[in-house]
């Protein structure tokens, strides 16, 4: 049986309604990701969040009227609380407290699959935890019994400072291995000329739908928060012939924890070493402004927002107001319709063509190697064959670094 929860929350007063209406909205579908049930929620209108006890006094008693009308399991905050305010609300309704942050850290723990997810989230909970162990008190004696528990695969997070500091010292050497490994494989890929593509979005705005479409895989696609943790890379063919790696990535998210991008740094630097961003946008969401600022954010953040990006408006088939694409250059689509997703790769070669440099070569018939090295480098636009000169004349697209550009062949 789902926990029954009661989120509350305070708005101040520089967020408006609307704002505020979406941001209690995300929070309930995150409570409803972490398989909790909202019984009730629970406003006030602040300056700021009380010192102590995040709410006043009156809301305070209110709260305690629904706790006896609901058999309330669990309280949730829209923001992240201080150790103490942790502490006084635990003491003052002998209930667990968590805040968003922490409901955000449980979702990840469920969903890690691979060593690398499991071990980035448990780093990203004890540097969450660490801080704030002297306000945990009841929470901690709960740990595996509920949301906000739940550590990386079956583990039970310790809670002793002396044993988070070595855990954590642990995790990071572990993880600098899989970051050394994934360096590698990014290095042998730029040696090799793979052209890399990679899909973010805000969490839910049907990265995973496109590429499962796109690429005939099988990662997880749900209409729920935070779907996708492990990232998966898989080839893809465009129309040219050329074949890019695409790499489908987490979600992110407003006010994601800072301990969790820190955490993920190395998973999100497949973003930061792409050619080319694919911005996924669900525009029919009523929010889907603020949800696409957030992710140019962040991609400021990683310092990626100097990549070329194709904004992809996806769930076209779902909008009910007439819209206009802020960023260019952009697609309106659904990925769940096939011509959609034919004009989408078409643009994608169109965006790769606008950053590439124009060739012109002659290649003798016999020098069938070098052929098939600008079949597998390069966007060809045309390739024909002289009888007379036995050579295959191709014109098309290479990247402004790569040696075929050079070549004693060109023309």
Not at 42 to 48: A, L, S
Not at 176 to 192: A, D, F, I
Not at 210 to 232: G, K, V
Not at 244 to 250: A, C, E, G, K, M
Request: proline share 4%; glycine share 4%; aromatic share 6%.
């Amino acid at each position: 049986m789902n926990e029954q929860v009661l989120i509350i929350a305070v708005q101040r007063k520089q967020i408006d309604d609307l704002r505020f209406s979406y941001s209690l909205e995300e929070l309930m579908a995150l409570t409803e990701t972490a398989k909790g049930s909202v019984a009730q929620v629970i406003t006030q209108k602040r300056d700021h969040p009380h010192p102590a006890l995040y709410l006043g006094a009156g809301k305070l008693a209110e709260m305690e009227e629904q706790l006896e009308a609901n058999e309330i399991d669990l309280l949730i905050a829209n923001d992240e609380l201080s150790a103490s305010q942790t502490r006084n609300l635990q003491e003052y309704f002998g209930l667990p407290v968590i805040d968003r942050s922490q409901l955000i850290l449980d979702i990840f723990a469920s969903r890690a699959i691979t060593n690398e997810g499991k071990l980035q989230v448990e780093l990203a909970q004890y540097q969450y935890l660490l801080p704030r162990l002297r306000g945990q008190g009841q929470a901690l004696s709960r740990l595996g019994a509920g949301i906000g528990t739940r550590g990386p695969g079956e583990t039970k997070l310790e809670t002793d400072r002396r044993h988070i500091n070595r855990r954590i010292d642990e995790i990071k050497r572990k993880l600098e291995t899989v970051v050394n490994q994934r360096k590698q494989y990014r290095s042998r890929r730029k040696t090799n000329y793979a052209f890399q593509i990679a899909l973010v979005g805000y969490t839910n705005a049907g990265k995973s739908t496109l590429f499962n479409r796109l690429t005939a895989s099988q990662s997880l696609e749900q209409d729920q928060l935070f779907a996708t943790l492990d990232p998966m890379s898989r080839q893809l063919k465009l129309p040219s012939g050329l074949r890019v790696i695409l790499t489908d990535t987490v979600g992110f998210m407003q006010d994601l924890p800072t301990a969790l991008i820190a955490a993920f740094r190395s998973t999100l630097e497949e973003v930061t070493e792409a050619d080319l961003i694919l911005h996924v946008v669900d525009v029919s969401h009523p929010d889907h402004y603020q949800h696409q600022q957030t992710v140019l954010n962040l991609l400021k953040d990683l310092a990626a927002d100097t990549v070329p990006t194709l904004t992809i408006y996806n769930k076209s088939d779902l909008m009910t107001a007439e819209f206009m694409p802020i960023q260019k250059p952009s697609i309106t689509m659904s990925a769940l319709a096939a011509s959609d997703r034919v004009a989408l790769l078409s643009e994608i070669e169109a965006v790769i063509k606008a950053s590439w440099l124009p060739y012109s070569v002659m290649i003798p018939a016999n020098q069938g190697k070098l052929l098939q090295q600008y079949r597998q480098h390069s966007i060809i636009d045309k390739q024909v064959f002289s009888e007379i000169d036995e050579c295959y004349h191709l014109e098309g697209y290479l990247p402004s670094a790569h040696p075929l550009l050079v070549t004693d062949h060109q023309k």
